[in-house]
């Protein structure tokens, strides 16, 4: 098994098969296509040509879908809006033969995190009883997303799979829990930012989160240095060598691991993660 380190963000279009020959360069193995703010890679013959040439340097791609993201809205309009952002980072990825598309799956809004996970139906419009049962596998409204975006991936035959990440804030749906229950009653693929979880926890939690998703044989892992308060994520900063080492000692042996280093730094720290991986497996 392999663990591939990468930074989140590929620059341009222009500077983007330069950019992926600089990481090869490097040693890195993976990148994170940044569509947050726009997905801006338009063109198929475009995202074509990249996806050759990360396929030709062994460079794995995914992507980061748009920050304007919410299947948990009281309006119709945010989630259609927030499916169709997912579902064209999906057929961009398609052409750029992108692994995965990470994404922010919504917030809770006013209603309780309980609530959230098993949305009452009739208040959306929804058939269904008022009161969803957790051991019934009530449908919330992020997981009835989610079924029905997939059910569009498969018609249209898109490669990525979607992968919900674990989220820094606490008003934000995303904590491991919530992100492990998606995966079991969907399927899907799943993004673990474990600076997230640091800020969301006041504590990495490396066991607890390996251990809940022993079964999975690949990870998609972030990992940066994160400054953090009360209520969670403020932003991401430099990575500290001495946290990328607690990472690296806890990774699960025999899987495939990617990491994606989302700080102000990307590329160097995602070097760093890399020469301290490389040093931790020859002791």
Not at 83 to 88: A, C, E, N, P
Not at 197 to 208: G, H, N, S, T, V
Not at 232 to 261: A, D
Not at 270 to 280: C, D, E, M
Request: proline content about 4%; glycine content about 6%; hydrophobic content about 35%.
């Amino acid at each position: 098994m392999s663990t591939k380190f990468g930074p989140a963000g590929l620059g341009g279009v222009k500077e983007a098969i330069s950019n992926l020959e600089r990481y090869s360069e490097l040693g890195l193995k993976a990148c994170e296509i940044a569509f947050t703010y726009s997905i801006y890679i338009k063109r198929k013959e475009d995202a074509l040509e990249i996806g050759k040439a990360a396929k030709k340097l062994g460079i794995d791609l995914s992507i980061h879908a748009p920050y304007w993201i919410n299947l948990n809205s009281t309006d119709k309009k945010i989630i259609e809006k927030s499916k169709q952002r997912i579902l064209k980072c999906c057929e961009i990825g398609t052409y750029l033969k992108a692994e995965v598309v990470v994404f922010h799956p919504g917030y809770y809004s006013k209603m309780s995190k309980q609530e959230t996970y098993q949305n009452p139906r009739k208040s959306r419009g929804f058939s269904g009883p008022q009161k969803a049962d957790i051991k019934e596998q009530a449908f919330c409204v992020i997981k009835r997303g989610i079924f029905e975006m997939q059910k569009e991936i498969k018609k249209k035959k898109y490669l990525p799979k979607l992968a919900p990440e674990t989220t820094g804030k606490l008003n934000v749906f995303g904590s491991i829990d919530e992100i492990q229950k998606l995966v079991k009653d969907t399927g899907c693929c799943f993004c673990i930012d474990f600076a997230h979880i640091l800020a969301r926890y006041k504590d990495y939690k490396f066991k607890e989160v390996f251990e809940k998703f022993r079964e999975h044989k690949k990870m998609h892992i972030h990992f940066s240095g994160i400054e953090y308060g009360k209520k969670g994520e403020k932003h991401h900063k430099k990575t500290e060598s001495s946290q990328l080492k607690k990472l690296i000692s806890n990774l699960p042996k025999k899987k495939e691991v990617t990491i994606i280093n989302e700080s102000p730094f990307p590329v160097e720290d995602s070097v760093l993660g890399l020469k301290i991986y490389q040093t931790l497996s020859k002791i």
